[in-house]
């Protein structure tokens, strides 16, 4: 019997990752933003959970849930743009733009915004079909909600 519990477990935790939709490339970008800078703080696990939950309608289990996906999506994932063009081919712009509201929001978590979280989070708002003065008003948006 113990034999076949470890082989389901196995099994189970070997699993491949599913093909990211809107919500995982959402949640793996934010995990990546967070990632980043080599430090994965509790401060930016508990934004993800957060935003998650609220962006998608989700309890904290399922938002938790969600996000353990997001990360095993992430650590095999595609480049940054790519995660961006499935969220623009499914998502109206209204829609991307919280995206990257919560992309700034991650990456302001843990108080300590790096160089290279910057960059992702630059570099996703081309991905998302946003303009500059649209990625310049969310952020302002974070900043200001945070102040």
Not at 9 to 27: F, N, V
Not at 71 to 89: C, H, L, M, Q, W
Not at 90 to 103: F, Q, S
Request: glycine share 4%.
């Amino acid at each position: 019997m113990l034999s076949r519990l470890f082989s389901f477990q196995t099994a189970a935790h070997d699993a491949a990752p599913p093909e990211p939709d809107e919500k995982i490339a959402l949640g793996a970008l934010m995990v990546r933003v967070a990632k980043s800078d080599k430090v994965y703080k509790f401060e930016e696990i508990s934004a993800i959970d957060t935003l998650l939950g609220r962006i998608f309608d989700l309890n904290p289990v399922q938002a938790a849930k969600l996000r353990a996906t997001c990360e095993k999506v992430e650590a095999n994932a595609p480049p940054t743009d790519e995660f961006g063009d499935i969220i623009r081919r499914h998502v109206d712009n209204e829609h991307r733009i919280e995206a990257h509201e919560a992309l700034w929001r991650v990456m302001l978590a843990d108080g300590v915004p790096s160089d290279v979280e910057m960059d992702i989070v630059l570099r996703s708002r081309e991905a998302l079909g946003l303009t500059d003065a649209e990625c310049a008003d969310a952020r302002a948006r974070v900043v200001g909600a945070d102040a």
